[in-house]
């Protein structure tokens, strides 16, 4: 069975006050530009002012020599733009800045930028840069929320589904209502053909996220196989932002053609 739903590969920013993706630690021995026009500039990155986010990152260049977490985050700036090449540029440079940087979230840093870099050999196809690129991440950082996510959701696209449900028990137990490795379970169940094991995860998601694409389009799946009928084709019709979500509407529309299908072969049968 083709996977319906498309992995999210997640990037990663250590920020200067986090300890992690999600946690605070306080940087040692360090002085740097204030952590609040990183997150603005991330924060409008995020938003698809590029321009606003990147020039202003640059304006600090000279003063964030020596910062990693710096250089990770202008490198995600353009990596969100599109601009890859200019995005691995910035994470090597975050690298090499790691010599004079003397913080205790140092192992965290790297990590995020191993796990970016990841994404970008990814992105050209080079499955094993990226996987050791995503385990020398998390030997350095075993705790990263997004660089466990990243290495489950490339073993699941190679179907190693055993070595990506280790992963996703261990994150699913950290956060239990993340959205990303709730349907991560849910698509490996349903590759196994356990399609109420699926549901039954599926239904930990809050009913406001079900209108998402890719949300709807695993929930429908599921149903689909379930025999729910007149449940997938409602949760087909609920989902939202399609204009956000090209790859998997397109997978959506098919799977809207095959629920109305079935739809109207139970019609028929009742006549």
């Known amino acids: 069975m083709k996977p319906i739903l498309q992995n999210t590969f997640t990037l990663c920013l250590i920020s200067l006050v986090l300890t992690s993706c999600s946690s605070e630690p306080i940087r040692e021995n360090v002085v740097y530009n204030s952590p609040s026009n990183i997150s603005k500039s991330l924060a409008a990155c995020h938003q698809k002012d590029y321009s606003e986010g990147k020039e202003n990152l640059e ?111 261990n994150l699913e137990n950290f956060r239990p209502g993340d959205v990303d490795v709730i349907t991560s379970l849910a698509l490996l169940y349903a590759r196994s053909n356990e399609y109420e094991k699926a549901l039954l995860t599926l239904s930990k998601i809050n009913n406001e996220n079900t209108s998402r694409p890719d949300i709807a389009g695993i929930y429908s799946y599921n149903l689909l196989k379930a025999n729910q009928i007149s449940e ?40």
Not at 101 to 125: D, F
Not at 235 to 264: C, F, H, P, V
Request: net charge positive; charged share 25%; proline share 1%.
């Open 59 to 169: 304006k600090y260049m000279s003063l964030e020599k020596a910062n990693p977490i710096y250089w990770n985050a202008i490198g995600i700036c353009y990596a969100l733009s599109g601009d890859l090449e200019k995005a691995n540029f910035f994470y090597n440079i975050g690298l090499e800045s790691l010599m004079l940087y003397k913080a205790h979230n140092r192992n965290q840093a790297e990590s995020a930028l191993r796990n970016n870099i990841g994404l970008i050999h990814l992105n050209y196809n080079r499955y094993n840069d990226a996987y050791m690129a995503f385990t020398a991440a998390l030997k350095l950082s075993p705790d990263l929320f997004e660089v466990q996510l990243n290495l489950s959701h490339l073993y699941l696209q190679f179907k190693h589904d055993d070595k990506a449900l280790i992963i996703l028990k």
């Open 232 to 271: 997938a084709s409602a949760m087909i019709d609920k989902r939202t932002k399609q204009d956000e979500y090209e790859g998997y509407n397109q997978r959506n529309k098919i799977l809207e053609n095959q629920i109305s299908a079935k739809l109207k072969e139970i019609e028929s049968l009742k006549k």
